[in-house]
């Protein structure tokens, strides 16, 4: 009958956390993506780098005797006894739909594309609720007074998790606005850098077609060989 | 050297370059420099001012709080935030009043504020900077550094609705108002008044019923132009943004419409002061001005060519 009685075997310590409502036993030192795998879940969409950087597993949760809604990335929180969780991999969020060449690095570019920036009350809810830890009303009022290279600064650790856009009372999808901000400002405030341009020009040239087509020639096996013996030393310079 | 924080609000950082740019530029010559407060938010003039919707009031709070932090950073900084827009100035003016007579208020508005250790403990003043001016420069002192006098410029100042209400907001006396006056003088202008000083722009109309801001421009325009005057002198950033573009309307449909170029005071004191032309960003005026200042050789008439 008890669900909650598994892995007897395993010694480790554990913490009681409620997974949408349901209630597991975890071990106390598994974060909360990896807790759920362990109570048995299946992440399809809510995972992705596991690493902290792709933002596919933005997660809320409350904790045990505290009132607060708070939230994180999945594959970077540990769990704590008395979590109630649940994942969040999708927030719907209207997203603008630009041809970058067409457009200049001003606010009504933004409000073009994202006019309910003008709605922001400054309350803040988005940075407290950002795992990145990142100004996000900040951005968002940089973006409303044409501050786009600020605007890009500020937000550039985003990893477009989405988290903000639920918390937000005047419905701006902060992570939406961040992106266009930095894409306007690597687009017209910053020059192209050199090596990126010689590297497109070596593409172009074919310079790498050769590397590609013995790669793609391989075995399944000559592959995982050559991955295992791999190394990051530049051949020509060695 | 005393210094401010300064708040901008979202249209010196875009409709209004000019104005902020003079202003900046002279303050720093009248040893009262505007410093801008490194991360600021919006004033919360565009939403609702209904006392009852506190929410909407943290916005203006947060601005007083990060001012106040600001401050602590600046040299012999008075308690004071100092505003450039109208708008600005007066919904900063009246939230500051309205949570320093209502405690129940701020402590709810702080409780949001809390988390990121910005509760406000009703200690700013909120200026607009025609009043640091009048008030701790001083009209001589302004006179002092005009190197320029602006002859043959006849001024008409057009104040607004906001700088002069509502009452917690206004910068002086709403019915004989004499700030922008004694500006346009103390810089060697001639002075023009007009009895449509206050009469409203049409204000956000702009946005969606034209034809109401351009019935009201025709007529303030009308009314300084009739006394003489060859220019308007201005606060606001929205009035500026409505006579100005709805003059080179105007001036389209009918041959018979003279237009007359729209100064934000900065741009007069920067053009008195001596200071570079391009600070002004008169090539973003709808009504160019430097034509009638290139006429009166105030600006362009370098021999050095």
Same mark, same amino acid.
């Given at each position: ?6 892995? *007897? ?34 992440? *399809? ?20 005797? =505290? ?39 001003? #606010? ?41 290279? *600020? ?62 087509? #013995? ?5 399944? =096996? ?17 | 050297?005393?210094?401010?924080? /300064?708040?901008?609000?979202?249209? @010196?950082?875009?409709? &209004? ?30 939403? +609702? ?24 950073? @600046? ?29 129940? +208020? ?12 910005? +509760? ?38 057009? /104040? ?22 004694? @500006? ?40 300084? +132009? ?14 500026? /943004? ?6 080179? &309307? ?13 100064? /934000? ?6 053009? &008195? ?33």
């Amino acid at each position: 009958m008890s669900k909650t009685e598994t892995k *007897k075997e395993n010694a480790l310590p554990t913490v009681k956390i409620y997974i949408m409502g349901s209630a597991h036993e975890v071990p106390e030192s598994l974060t909360i993506m990896k807790a759920m795998e362990y109570a048995g879940f299946k992440i *399809k969409r809510g995972a992705g780098c596991r690493a902290g950087f792709c933002g596919a597993c933005g997660t809320v949760y409350r904790k045990a005797g =505290d009132y607060r809604l708070y939230a994180a990335l999945a594959c970077q929180t540990q769990v704590e006894d008395g979590m109630v969780l649940t994942q969040l991999p999708f927030i719907p969020a209207p997203k603008g739909i630009y041809d970058i060449d067409t457009l200049q690095p001003t #606010e009504s570019s933004i409000l073009r594309y994202y006019p309910e920036v003008a709605r922001c009350l400054s309350c803040n809810a988005c940075s407290k609720v950002c795992p990145q830890d990142i100004q996000v009303m900040d951005f968002v009022q940089y973006s409303l007074q044409g501050q786009i290279d *600020k605007a890009a600064e500020v937000s550039f650790d985003c990893v477009q998790c989405g988290l903000c856009a639920i918390r937000c009372p005047a419905e701006i999808p902060q992570y939406h606005v961040g992106m266009l901000a930095r894409r306007l400002h690597g687009k017209y405030n910053t020059s192209t850098p050199e090596t990126l341009l010689e590297r497109v020009e070596e593409i172009e040239n074919g310079t790498f077609e050769q590397g590609f087509e #013995e790669l793609l020639s391989l075995s399944k =096996d000559g592959l995982k060989k050559r991955y295992t013996e791999r190394d990051f030393v530049d051949q020509k310079k060695a | 050297m005393v210094q401010y924080s /300064y708040f901008p609000g979202c249209n @010196l950082k875009t409709n &209004a370059k000019g104005f902020e740019e003079t202003a900046i530029a002279v303050s720093k010559k009248l040893n009262v420099e505007l410093v801008e407060i490194p991360n600021w938010n919006c004033c919360g003039t565009v939403h +609702t001012m209904t006392s009852d919707n506190i929410m909407k009031r943290i916005a203006p709070v947060r601005v007083l709080s990060r001012s106040k932090k600001h401050i602590e950073t @600046l040299e012999e900084s008075p308690n004071q935030v100092v505003t450039l827009c109208s708008m600005c100035n007066s919904t900063l003016k009246i939230v500051s009043k309205e949570v320093s007579d209502n405690q129940d +208020t701020l402590d709810k508005i702080n409780y949001q504020l809390e988390d990121d250790e910005l +509760t406000y403990e009703n200690d700013i003043e909120v200026k607009h900077f025609l009043e640091i001016l009048r008030d701790s420069v001083g009209y001589e002192g302004i006179s002092k550094k005009v190197v320029k006098p602006l002859k043959g410029l006849k001024v008409s100042p057009y /104040y607004g609705c906001m700088l002069l209400h509502p009452e917690e907001a206004k910068i002086d006396d709403e019915e004989m108002p004499d700030v922008l006056e004694s @500006l346009v003088e103390s810089l060697g202008a001639e002075l023009v008044m007009s009895p449509l000083f206050k009469y409203c722009c049409g204000s956000y109309h702009i946005v969606d019923q034209e034809n109401i801001v351009s019935s009201q421009v025709e007529k303030i325009v009308e009314a300084a +132009t009739r006394r003489g005057a060859n220019a308007l002198v201005v606060a606001c950033p929205l009035c500026s /943004y409505n006579i100005d573009q709805q003059q080179k &309307a105007m001036a389209k449909e009918s041959a018979g419409f003279k237009p007359i170029p729209i100064f /934000y005071f900065t741009q007069l004191m920067a053009l &008195a002061m001596g200071e570079p032309v391009k600070i002004n960003h008169f090539k973003e005026h709808f009504i160019n001005p430097e034509p009638l200042l290139k006429e009166l050789g105030l600006i362009g008439r370098k021999k050095t060519k």
